[in-house]
């Protein structure tokens, strides 16, 4: 005889069916990992052939059909569309009558929060922001990535145990977010995960011009160990040529970038100056040392005595010792595109 004891059901969150508007890279990783967790599938819409592909690869069988008929089959409804058109979508469904009452009506846009949703919710609907702190594929990988994953949650304070209840079975972690924080809390993200892509792509250009064969294998592990100092040590683990105050070798920077990339020195001097001001803030940078620097960025010239064999910057010379030359500051930061 079997003495485990056994859950009791009214335990578990009731099952729902699911639907999702918008098949790109992130509805269907989400109503994937909701049906791992119980839930069932039944709807989906999308128009272009990627959306369908994602739809077929990651939520096999389950209908492809109109917005309005995925409100009509599913219990909650996953609002994947791009933020932009979020409102009107939104709107469009509510003066359609296809918001049914007692609906979980979701969206996984980072920039809004529930009241983007107030269309429906006046329809009946029960609104809730979800958005996922990650980066995505468009492909299963995505479902295992989000175990762990952060959710910013916006949500009725009535539904806010439904909201987290829902990250939870999705493997996330909830992070609650005022509706007025929201767009900050977006341009956050963006600034580390959307600008992170650019300034390593922009790096491996440089590298391969330089004559490295394989840059990614060159900065998986710099940038790998420069993320996880920042994470762990803030501003005090930044390091290079800005942070130690040498002019000389930030102006041959300049200089190189100017001959070979110019596209690139707005925004490493953007980026410099910026890293300058957190060296200086946090007594990292040597006020004395600063004066040269801060000139360098404020023209981008190569005027510093010096400049053509400053040299700290050549192999593992750096003054303070512990970075890899000068190519620690080449830059760190899903969010991707969640939604």
């Known amino acids: 005889m079997n003495t485990t004891p056994q859950p009791d059901p009214r335990d578990r969150p009731a099952r729902l069916t699911v639907g999702v508007v918008g098949a790109g890279r992130v509805g269907p990783a989400l109503a994937a990992s909701l049906q791992l967790a119980g839930h069932r599938p039944v709807a989906v819409s999308g128009v272009s052939d990627a959306s369908r592909r994602r739809a077929a690869e990651l939520l096999p069988d389950v209908p492809l059909v109109p917005p309005a008929e995925v409100l009509q089959r599913a219990e909650l409804v996953l609002l994947t569309v791009p933020d932009d058109a979020l409102p009107g979508l939104v709107s469009g469904l509510a003066e359609t009558g296809a918001v049914r009452p007692g609906q979980l009506l979701v969206h996984t846009s980072g920039r809004y929060g529930a009241k983007v949703l107030d269309p429906a919710l006046r329809a009946g609907a029960l609104p809730l922001a979800l958005h996922p702190a990650m980066t995505f594929t468009g492909t299963a990988v995505d479902?295992?990535?989000?175990?762990?994953?952060?959710?910013?949650?916006?949500?009725?304070?009535?539904?806010?145990?439904?909201?987290?209840a829902l990250v939870i079975e999705m493997g996330g972690e909830p992070e609650w977010i005022a509706e007025e924080n929201r767009p900050l809390y977006h341009a956050a993200l963006a600034l580390g995960a959307n600008h992170l892509v650019t300034l390593v792509a922009q790096s491996m250009e440089l590298l391969r011009t330089a004559g490295v064969e394989a840059p990614d294998r060159m900065l998986g592990p710099l940038l790998g160990a420069a993320l996880d100092n920042a994470l762990r040590s803030g501003d005090a683990a930044l390091t290079g040529p800005v942070a130690r105050g040498d002019a000389g070798t930030v102006a041959a920077h300049v200089a190189e970038l100017r001959r070979h990339a110019p596209q690139t020195v707005a925004g490493y001097l953007a980026m410099a100056r910026a890293t300058a001001d957190r060296a200086l803030a946090h007594g990292l940078l040597k006020a004395e040392l600063a004066e040269d620097l801060l000139g360098v960025l404020a023209d981008g010239t190569t005027g510093v005595a010096g400049t053509p064999g400053s040299g700290d910057d050549s192999g593992d010379g750096g003054r303070d010792g512990d970075d890899n030359g000068d190519s620690d500051d080449s830059g760190h930061g899903t969010e991707g595109d969640a939604g």
């Open 143 to 164: 479902v295992q990535r989000l175990a762990g994953c952060s959710f910013g949650v916006t949500a009725p304070e009535e539904l806010r145990l439904a909201a987290e």
